[in-house]
């Protein structure tokens, strides 16, 4: 059975810094997901890693993926308020099929 | 484009009660899928399907059954509401890449 685990669960930081959100996962994976949730919204996609290295960035945001680690990382740089939501990583493994398995998420709080 | 639309937004049963909820998409999408989400626990996935008239368990099924009669439209269905089964709910599609979600269906079991 496929687990995902994110750590931590719970960031607060201040705005300029930077930190890493990381998503463990136990077995080999076709494909993992990277979402951001507002509060009472739905999950907004931010990245999709296909493949072993994968690097994608996206504004403050930069996201990498080692498979032979089975890890993943969310990297925040000089965060800002906007910033603050619950992210999540998701996993499709090689025996899954179409299924995506969700971590518990991070939520990260930014303060002025 | 409306990508995935559910309905209703928001439910409140009694226990026992029975609902459906739909998701709809208008992307052709092969994949549904059906997930709740509880404080502090994730996404958890009730069932999905990969293609019209069909459907498969996931995580977390019990109390709950679903349809796949049309491409565009996959149905969740609570027969007796359980307090338990007070959660969101979302819905969301993909072909082959990324996963499209709804905007979520708060659903309270009292």
């Known amino acids: 059975e496929l687990k995902v685990e994110q750590n931590p669960l719970f960031l607060s930081m201040q705005e300029g810094k930077n930190y890493t959100i990381y998503c463990n996962y136990s077995?080999?994976?076709?494909?993992l997901y990277w979402y951001r949730q507002d509060p009472g919204k739905s999950l907004e996609s931010l990245f999709v890693?296909?493949?072993?290295?994968a690097v994608k960035q996206e504004g403050r945001l930069m996201a990498s993926l080692d498979t032979k680690a089975r890890l993943s990382t969310l990297h925040i740089t000089a965060a800002v308020h906007d910033l603050s939501a619950t992210y999540f990583c998701?996993?499709?493994?090689?025996?899954?099929?179409?299924?995506?398995?969700f971590g518990e998420g991070t939520q990260l709080t930014v303060n002025p | 484009n409306a990508g995935v639309t559910q309905t209703p937004k928001f439910r409140v049963l009694k226990t026992g009660q029975s609902m459906t909820l739909l998701c709809a998409q208008d992307?052709?999408?092969?994949?549904m899928y059906w997930y709740r989400q509880d404080p502090g626990m994730g996404l958890r996935l009730i069932h999905y399907s990969v293609g019209e008239g069909t459907t498969a368990k996931g995580e977390v099924p019990d109390g709950y059954n679903v349809s796949r009669l049309k491409k565009q439209n996959f149905l969740l269905g609570l027969e007796s509401a359980a307090p338990s089964q007070t959660s969101v709910y979302f819905c969301a599609s993909t072909g082959t890449g990324e996963l499209f979600f709804g905007e979520g269906s708060r659903l309270t079991v009292l």
């Open positions: 890693l296909l493949s072993n290295g």
């Open positions: 998701a996993v499709v493994g090689e025996t899954s099929g179409s299924r995506l398995t």
């Open positions: 077995t080999t994976s076709d494909r």
């Open positions: 992307m052709n999408h092969e994949y």
